[in-house]
């Protein structure tokens, strides 16, 4: 059996909103720019024949950009439209 919820039914969180009011204040490009820096990282560590440390630094690229992702989205969209202010 299907649940159907209604846009009242979903609001966000206390901590949600507080988390997306701070991160919206960033640029979107802050968070590509800290991809590009920790894979940049990694490549210099690899160089240097430090592997555990540029695979540790190396797997933060993708969340970096995942966050941007957020970041734009919550510029977008902002909280939830049924919300009054």
């Known amino acids: 059996m299907e649940t159907m919820y209604k846009a009242a039914d979903k609001k966000e969180g206390r901590i949600a909103k507080t988390i997306e009011e701070q991160t919206s204040k960033l640029p979107s490009d802050v968070f590509l720019w800290a991809s590009v820096g920790v894979m940049s990282a990694a490549l210099i560590l ?5 592997k555990h440390m540029s695979l540790f630094l190396g797997q933060w690229a993708a969340p970096f950009l ?9 510029k977008q969209h902002g909280h939830d439209k049924t919300e009054k202010a």
């Not at 995942?66 to 919550?74: A, D, E, H, P, S």
């Open 46 to 50: 690899q160089l240097a024949r430090q």
């Open 66 to 74: 995942l966050f941007g992702i957020y970041n734009k989205l919550v």
